[in-house]
């Protein structure tokens, strides 16, 4: 799965303000046999999605159709637990280019980070006035500039500035994993090799 561009993020929001959300919770072991990124998303939040007959649990916010969007707001302390690569695999797959908390788990971000999902740290008290706004409105837009660093809710004009690895700020602006990367510098890779051997 590739990773796409990201500039500017203008959306709607899923609210998920439930507090230590795990690894676990987003992507349940029993889903983890698969080694490519594709096809995790239909088992995100597997268990709070549906019941043990696998039919959809309504009073879970993705099977709310009132609520819909690229990002999810999520509670304090976001993706605990096991260092699965594939929780940020779920969570992109399944449509969100971005997840806003005022806590994540140093591996869930930095997974996250690595795969094309944006992780937006925020004060506690503006994560609260973003799940206001989108309980009172589910049409509230928040916007992600990443080049600015800024998330802006634009209903109240409220906004934050956030922080992030300026070279994971890069590979996202170009879309590139590690790998892209490296092969965007081959050139002067082999150059300082070249300068070494002499």
Not at 73 to 84: D, E, H, P, T, W
Not at 93 to 111: M, T
Not at 140 to 169: H, R
Request: hydrophobic letters at 40%.
């Amino acid at each position: 799965m590739p990773i796409e561009k990201f500039a500017i993020l203008r959306s709607t929001c899923v609210p998920l303000p439930i507090e230590n959300v795990d690894t676990d919770q987003i992507i349940p072991a029993r889903f983890l046999k698969a080694t490519t990124r594709e096809g995790f998303g239909e088992n995100l939040f597997r268990d709070w999605r549906y019941d043990k007959e696998n039919k959809p649990k309504p009073d879970f916010v993705l099977n709310n159709s009132r609520f819909t969007g690229s990002i999810l707001i999520a509670g304090k302390n976001f993706g605990s637990g096991s260092s699965r690569e594939h929780a940020a695999w779920a969570i992109y797959d399944y449509g969100f280019k971005s997840v806003v908390s005022s806590f994540f788990a140093d591996i869930f971000k930095n997974n996250a980070l690595n795969n094309g999902l944006l992780p937006v740290q925020v004060g506690e008290s503006f994560l609260e006035n973003i799940f206001k706004a989108v309980e009172q409105n589910p049409d509230a837009v928040l916007e992600i500039n990443l080049e600015s660093q800024e998330i802006t809710l634009l209903s109240t004009g409220e906004k934050e500035k956030f922080d992030i690895n300026p070279y994971k700020k890069e590979c996202l602006l170009k879309g590139y994993d590690d790998i892209d990367y490296l092969l965007s510098i081959k050139d002067k890779i082999i150059a300082f090799e070249g300068d070494r051997i002499l």
